[in-house]
């Protein structure tokens, strides 16, 4: 379970303070106790989804599934800040993207750690294995 504090809560209120989707999430983050699987689930079907796995394994594969979208080094920098604002703007420009969960699952990248959950496609980008 990945578990989100209050103090953490308050922060995203803060950034996101502008945007009521957000706002609706982290509403529901907190009314789930922290509990960022739990919340995302719940959010998921409210949008229509019909995850079929464990809460844990189902926010973890959708990260993953934006990772490449997530990780773009225009906004990498303002992740490792714990700023998710840039990119949850631009994750609304995704048709594909189910909005209401843009903060979950960035809120889910900051925890596991940008470079941590990134790191499978630095190796891509850097050519690793390639002898540079």
């Not at 009314?31 to 989804?49: N, R, S, V, W, Y």
């Not at 990119?87 to 594909?96: C, E």
């Not at 993207?97 to 790191?119: M, R, S």
Request: aromatic letters at 6%; hydrophobic letters at 45%; a negative charge.
């Amino acid at each position: 379970m990945t578990q989100v504090t209050s103090q953490e809560i308050a922060l995203f209120r803060s950034q996101l303070a502008d945007d009521p989707v957000a706002m609706e999430a982290l509403d529901l983050i907190e009314d789930c106790e922290g509990d960022l699987e739990d919340a995302a689930m719940t959010l998921a079907i409210k949008a229509g989804q019909e995850p079929e796995q464990a809460n844990a394994e189902w926010l973890d594969a959708l990260a993953k599934k934006w990772r490449a979208v997530i990780c773009e080094s225009e906004f990498r920098e303002e992740l490792l800040n714990s700023s998710i604002l840039e990119m949850m703007a631009h994750l609304k420009t995704m048709p594909t993207f189910p909005k209401i969960l843009a903060t979950p699952v960035l809120i889910y990248v900051l925890k596991q750690g940008v470079n941590n959950f990134c790191e499978p496609l630095d190796g891509i980008k850097l050519g690793v294995g390639s002898g540079e």
